[in-house]
């Protein structure tokens, strides 16, 4: 990949009203206008540069709105208040009653549980394929396909769609292609690879303080103005719309984002590799063992790595909670759900995140009981940490002195 999108970021300039380094935050629900026309024109999508009312848009997310573009390497981008106001959103515009989608199997729960349990309302049924089986993504599409839907490294199990070759069969079939890109910001560029919309739930890597939750929308200017049409649009009638405040700290955020990824990948890395010479059962996409190493090399920017989340299968969900909590316990991070925060945080997704998806699919997609999901952290001496969490593993006898002397 040669699209930086740091560089992008980077280039981006900005004044405040008053000549700030940061732009104004705009503190207005709504806007005057000098002429009764320009307001016609506005309310019918045609005036660049006016704005309306602040659930349609605000100069503040306008401004992250742009970043999130940079970022991702697409036109324009549409922010919202959560990660699954953006999925909605995209799924309400692209989608009609008695439509279709094809989905990877390993998504998010949120996901998972609006595709398979929400959508029945309106007759949108799904068929979940393993998305590294590209016959099964092909097999699976009807005419009544209306998108293929999928995230660049899945949630929890780290799978990672082949978005070259993906978007090759979108396009053979005229689908467009939706990437949810959360756990790999920087690393791979969807767009670029030719995904036609990208979302991320900003609340995790992009944000990264873990203060708020959000979202984005990057596509086309055309797409994104559709979301934002007063008469049919998804973005502005379900009302998704995040605040004007928070556009502007997410905005600032944003700039220690490559840093942040960097240290991420180097801390995962380095206890990937370790725990893998200990013996235990870890995935990583940045481990050879790894089933989608290749495809990961191929499409990712190397500088920042193979990302910040790995996970760790210690066999039982007793031992998983035992460990759990005597790493929170040695201050280690946090038992905690989401991810992208300095310190590191650890769940069990089979009983949270994942808790949506029925038991009986969880054993068939991998997702075995002992599985922890790590995000790691910022940690500036990972040495210690690793030591630190091999002690917690001796100590549960998850790992044996014996075995490790071998
Ligand atoms: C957290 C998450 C979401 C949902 O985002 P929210 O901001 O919590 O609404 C969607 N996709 C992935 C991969 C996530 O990790």
């Known amino acids: 990949m040669d699209y930086k999108a740091s560089d992008s970021i980077q280039d981006l300039q900005y004044f405040g009203e008053f000549g700030g380094v940061n732009p104004s935050i705009s503190d207005s629900s709504t806007y005057t206008f000098l002429s009764a026309k320009t307001m016609f024109d ?42 699954m106001g953006a999925i909605t959103a995209v799924i309400f515009q692209l989608c009609d009653t008695d439509d279709h989608i094809v989905s990877s199997r390993t998504i998010y729960g949120g996901t998972y549980a609006f595709m398979k349990n929400f959508l029945k309302k309106f007759k949108i049924g799904t068929s979940f394929v393993d998305i590294t089986n590209l016959e099964a993504v092909e097999a699976a599409i009807t005419p009544k396909t209306k998108m293929i839907y999928c995230e660049a490294v899945s949630n929890p199990l780290l799978e990672i769609a082949d978005i070259k070759a993906l978007s090759k069969l979108a396009k053979k079939y005229n689908l467009p292609l939706v990437v949810d890109n959360t756990f790999s910001p920087l690393s791979i560029a969807p767009g670029k690879l030719g995904a036609d919309i990208v979302i991320h739930s900003l609340t995790k890597f992009i944000n990264g303080s873990s203060d708020c939750v959000a979202g984005v929308v990057c596509g086309t200017s055309d797409f994104c103005l559709s979301l934002k049409d007063v008469n049919n649009g998804a973005g502005m009638l379900l009302g998704s719309t995040m605040d004007s405040l928070r556009a502007s700290s997410i905005l600032k955020n944003m700039r220690t984002l490559h840093i942040r990824m960097k240290k991420h990948s180097e801390n995962a890395l380095y206890l990937a590799e370790n725990f893998v010479k200990d013996g ?52 280690l991070g946090y038992l905690a759900v989401s991810l992208g925060f300095y310190k590191t945080l650890f769940s069990a997704p089979g009983t949270s995140t994942s808790s949506e998806i029925p038991m009986e699919e969880q054993v068939e997609m991998g997702l075995s009981n002992g599985l922890i999901r790590f995000s790691i952290g910022l940690d500036n001496d990972i040495h210690r940490t690793y030591k630190t969490m091999k002690n917690c593993m001796l100590e549960l006898g998850i790992l044996k002195e014996a075995e490790l002397s071998k």
């Open 42 to 83: 506005t309310f019918e999508g045609n005036t660049e540069g006016c704005y309306l009312y602040s659930r349609h848009s605000t100069p503040s997310n306008l401004y992250l709105g742009e970043a999130l573009a940079a970022l991702e390497g697409t036109e324009a981008a549409n922010v919202t208040a959560s990660g």
């Open 280 to 331: 235990l059962r870890v995935v990583y996409p940045g481990l050879k063992s790894h089933p989608s190493y290749q495809i990961m090399k191929d499409q990712m920017t190397e500088e920042y790595g193979f990302g910040g989340i790995m996970t760790l299968d210690v066999g039982s969900l007793d031992q998983a909670n035992a460990l759990m909590e005597l790493m929170q316990a040695k201050n």
